[in-house]
């Protein structure tokens, strides 16, 4: 039930991108793997996060010659309920042919001594 909100969701989110082709949605599930681009392709990354107890998700690596990160991350909970978990949406435009990785890192941003709890990369290819 949850994964089919989370895609509906997205896939309004989608709709609202200037591209006509619907962009791709990366989960966590994908970790370490390699996706492929075209120059001006819009994708979202969603991993599952709880702001509420302080750890989020951050871009830890991303090279701004190939991508940017269009907006801030967008956080969807689950359920209603207070303290809800949910996804942690971010959205990326591909601007320039070549091979990249986007890490991500989930930490409470504050706690600058501490290591991340948790890490996310994907390998991303983009051609012409």
């Known amino acids: 039930m949850l994964n089919i ?5 997205l896939v309004n989110m989608a709709s609202q ?3 006509s082709q619907v962009p791709m949605i990366i989960t966590k599930e994908a970790h370490g793997q390699e996706f ?8 979202f990354v ?3 996060g ?9 871009v830890s690596q991303l090279d ?7 907006g801030e991350a967008e956080f969807r909970p689950e359920s209603k309920k207070m303290g809800a978990p949910g996804q942690q ?15 991500f890192i989930y930490h409470r941003p504050w706690e600058k001594d501490t290591a991340p709890i948790d890490s ?6 983009i051609d012409k």
């Not at 701004?64 to 269009?70: A, C, F, G, P, Y």
């Not at 959205?91 to 990785?101: H, I, K, S």
């Open 5 to 9: 909100l989370i895609t509906l969701i």
């Open 17 to 19: 991108c200037e591209s």
């Open 36 to 43: 492929i681009f075209s120059v001006s392709d819009e994708y």
């Open 46 to 48: 969603s991993l599952k």
């Open 50 to 58: 709880n702001p509420t107890t302080g750890y989020t998700w951050s």
């Open 64 to 70: 701004s010659t190939m991508l940017r990160q269009i």
């Open 89 to 103: 949406i971010f959205r990326f435009l591909c601007l320039y042919e070549g091979q990249t990785e986007l890490h």
């Open 120 to 125: 996310f990369y994907v390998t991303v290819v």
